[in-house]
């Protein structure tokens, strides 16, 4: 018998402003959500102190600022 488990929280609090933007299938919103959890990202960045207990979500934000910029690139140029 398969059992559903309940989807994990976010670990971090920026994560479902990402998640939103890269589920996003409505191109003329995406911009708007892109731009929201870029800022929100470089933020977070910003307040980041330079250590091993922050190197993991440092790491992840930098991953996910890498991602955004190749989601524009690929889904916004086109709609240009």
């Given amino acids: 018998m398969a059992h559903q488990s ?8 920026w994560e ?3 998640i939103a933007a890269v589920l996003e299938t409505d191109n003329t919103r995406l911009g708007d959500r892109i731009r929201e959890v ?3 990202l ?7 102190t330079i250590g091993s207990a922050h190197e993991a979500e440092r790491k ?5 600022l890498r991602s ?3 989601l524009k690139a690929e889904r ?5």
């Fill in 38 to 40: 870029e800022k929100e």
């Fill in 60 to 64: 992840a934000v930098q991953d996910a």
């Fill in 76 to 80: 916004l140029s086109h709609a240009l």
């Fill in 42 to 48: 470089k933020l977070r960045l910003s307040v980041l």
């Fill in 16 to 18: 479902p402003l990402y």
């Fill in 6 to 13: 309940e989807p994990l929280p976010p670990l971090h609090d």
């Fill in 68 to 70: 955004l910029a190749v």
